[in-house]
């Protein structure tokens, strides 16, 4: 299971140092709540892989 704390670090850190956007490549039943989380935390935009949705019950 994916820790969100560490989710987020990440990505702030990856703004720290010049990322212009953020790919979220989480999986599991969290996955709305992982990208608000890190959507509230960065001003860059977020990508995401449909599929993954597709593929996760949640």
Do not use: C, H, R, W
Not at 5 to 16: F, G, H, I, P, R
Not at 17 to 46: H, Q
């Amino acid at each position: 299971m994916e820790d969100l704390s560490l989710e987020v670090q990440k990505a702030k850190v990856a703004v720290e140092y010049g990322a212009d956007a953020i790919m979220g490549l989480n999986t599991g039943p969290n996955l709305n709540e992982f990208g608000i989380k890190i959507m509230n935390a960065v001003s860059v935009p977020i990508g995401t892989v449909p599929i993954y949705e597709a593929g996760v019950s949640t």
